[in-house]
Nanobody, 116 residues
Framework: QVQLVESGGGLVQPGGSLRLSCAASHSILSFNEMGWYRQAPGKERELVAAIPSLFSTKYGDIVKGRATISRDSAKNTLYLQMNNLKPEDTAVYYC??????????WGQGTQVTVSS
């Protein structure tokens, strides 16, 4: 069973930065797509950023220009660097991975709170 474990969340001031990590129990090269999603209270889960294939990335409109997704296959880890954080970025951030056969995996989430 694939496990995804997020880390790196916490309290950050507006304008600050943070880097989230998602450690996978399996080789990340076995995944078709990996990405970050977030969910704020009372809102639907939304895309933050994803790596849909080996050489492409996609970003949600709300974080374009402020986020960078990357991965380290040697460490089986997915990263999300976010800069110029805003209070509206406050949410639980989830890591997601997919494999062939419509298999989908989610991490338990990490809380990010942007507040002064």
């Amino acid at each position: 069973q694939v496990q995804l474990v997020e880390s790196g969340g916490g309290l950050v001031q507006p304008g600050g930065s943070l880097r989230l990590s998602c450690a996978a129990s399996h080789s990340i090269l076995s995944f078709n797509e990996m990405g970050w999603y977030r969910q704020a209270p009372g809102k639907e889960r939304e895309l933050v950023a994803a790596i849909p294939s080996l050489f492409s990335t996609k970003y949600g409109d709300i974080v374009k220009g402020r986020a960078t997704i990357s991965r380290d296959s040697a460490k089986n880890t997915l990263y999300l660097q976010m800069n110029n954080l805003k209070p509206e970025d406050t949410a639980v951030y989830y890591c997601r991975a997919t494999q062939s056969g419509r298999r989908e995996y989610w991490g338990q989430g990490t809380q990010v709170t942007v507040s002064s």
